[in-house]
């Protein structure tokens, strides 16, 4: 079993940056493939990243592409997503998860995930 904690999520200006933290509480987290995903009110939620057990296999959605980097740490059972240049339409619950068959064919289907934390992004 595995649980998640996400954190990092704050309010900022257009443009500016964030890293959200993942830590993973449980067994193997070196072999989970981790995904980020996020939701905002009234809006579907979006699969936007996510990283295999050995970082060989990495995913971004064209939304992203350019602008978020995931990576992850596994001596420290922790995944990060370092977003820059964000934009208002970047502001959302996002939330780390348990997921596979990271790559160009993601949809972000996940088994267990955390709570979320918020990324607001305003002038």
């Known amino acids: 079993q595995v649980e998640f904690v996400e954190s990092g999520g704050d309010s900022v200006q257009p443009g500016g940056s964030l890293t959200l933290s993942c830590e993973g509480v449980g067994s193997a987290w070196e072999y989970r493939t981790i995904g980020w995903l996020r939701q905002a009110p009234g809006k579907e939620r979006e699969a936007i990243s996510c990283i295999t057990s050995s970082s060989s296999n990495i995913y971004y959605a064209d939304s992203v592409k350019g602008r978020f980097t995931i990576s992850r740490d596994n001596s420290k059972n922790t995944a990060y997503l370092e977003m820059n240049n964000l934009r208002p339409e970047d502001s959302a619950l996002y939330f780390c998860?348990?997921?596979w068959g990271c790559g160009s064919s993601w949809l972000g289907e996940h088994l267990v995930r955390g709570q979320g934390t918020q990324v607001t992004v305003s002038a």
């Open positions: 998860a348990l997921t």
